[in-house]
């Protein structure tokens, strides 16, 4: 029922920045949380960062301090803006959504790699 697109993923050397962005369409009107996941070769899908409706944020630790994310509720959009980059935040992100249903959707993915 929701539609994500995600957006600005690309290839950065060590140190440099990226901003993604997710835009939902569809069902938009029972979001709850917003949040980017990602996925490295060979590893687990990991949470990077959330955000809920009322704005609280949650972030993994390896990103902490680095990572900020918000969410334009007007636009119907989340974002991840990606500072001090390393290689092992090379991964495919994922923008997520879940309802207050507890129904979660996924975006397709975005690349983002890092050179060393």
């Keep these: 029922q929701v539609q994500l697109v995600e957006s600005g ?3 950065v050397q060590a140190g440099g920045s990226l901003r993604l962005s997710c835009a939902a369409s ?3 009107f029972s979001i709850d949380v917003m949040g980017w996941y990602r996925q490295a070769p060979g590893k687990q899908r990991e949470l990077v960062a959330l955000i809920t ?3 609280n944020t ?3 630790d ?5 990572f900020t994310i918000s969410r334009d509720n007007a636009k119907n959009t989340v ?3 990606m500072n001090s980059l390393k290689p092992e935040d090379t991964a495919l992100y994922y ?3 879940r309802n207050i249903w507890s129904q979660v959707s996924w975006g397709q993915g975005t690349q983002v790699t890092v050179s060393s």
Excluded: P
């Design 62 to 66: 390896s990103v902490k301090g680095r």
């Design 79 to 81: 974002y991840l803006q």
């Design 9 to 11: 993923g690309g290839l």
């Design 53 to 55: 409706s009322g704005g």
């Design 58 to 60: 949650n972030y993994a």
């Design 26 to 28: 569809g069902s938009i």
């Design 95 to 97: 923008c997520n959504t």
